[in-house]
């Protein structure tokens, strides 16, 4: 089974339309989204359209998408994030709103080798970004492989015995892969389709083929300025719009 990775969209078509282009000669069987499909980005209802159509075989909720829904507060949102969140709602039908509230929340589990998560398999809203998290997530992990996302960087690392840890694969740079070894446990984020940030504005997202038990991770370019010009002419913070440039 091979499955195409998506995680972090936030509502940039013009990333996920280049993404799901340039994944075709990869011929996936199946995909699994890990969650924030909206926010940020000006096509909030085409993004939950186009993921709809995909009809992912795992998908779980991610923390702007369950703002949006209405079904948690805004809190822990910055003045940005919480902008974004308001003019996404006017952007989105209630049927969307209704799908984006329904979205499950992680771990799942999506086979014996693979679960998906949002943040971390321990606490669906965690950023793993350091030795100890990321420690922890494989400790918690119900699955060799735990794919996550919500930090925006591309992410491989192994437990190395009991609690040593093993870096595979960092930010951006070039395409990387990783392969499972046997009785191994992986953390893996794919990175951002639609926000980057990790300093290389192009989509990332990642192939896993479960029967080989191996994860490719891939960046595909896509007409940035475009998604940079829908940001402004919808209204929202300008910041928000520059950042894809850089990918920060």
Known sequence: MRYLILSDIHSNI???D???EDARAAAADAVLVLGDLVGYGAEPEAVVARVRALAPAAIVRGN???VVAGIDNDDGFNPLARRSVALTRGLLSPESIAYLASLPQGPLAVEP???ICHGAPFDEDWYLHDEFDLLEALAASRRPACLFGHT???LAAARDGEDQ???LLAGGGEHGEVTFAEGGRYVLNPGSVGQPR???RRAAYAILDADARRMAFRRVEYP???ARDRILAAGFPPALAERLMVGR
Do not use: N, S, T
Request: hydrophobic share 45%.
């Open 198 to 200: 990790d300093r290389d």
């Open 224 to 226: 940035v300025e475009r």
């Open 113 to 115: 080798l693979v679960e």
């Open 18 to 20: 280049a993404v799901l």
């Open 152 to 154: 925006h960087v591309p």
């Open 165 to 167: 840890l093993r870096v």
């Open 14 to 16: 013009d990333a996920l």
């Open 64 to 66: 702007h998408d369950k």
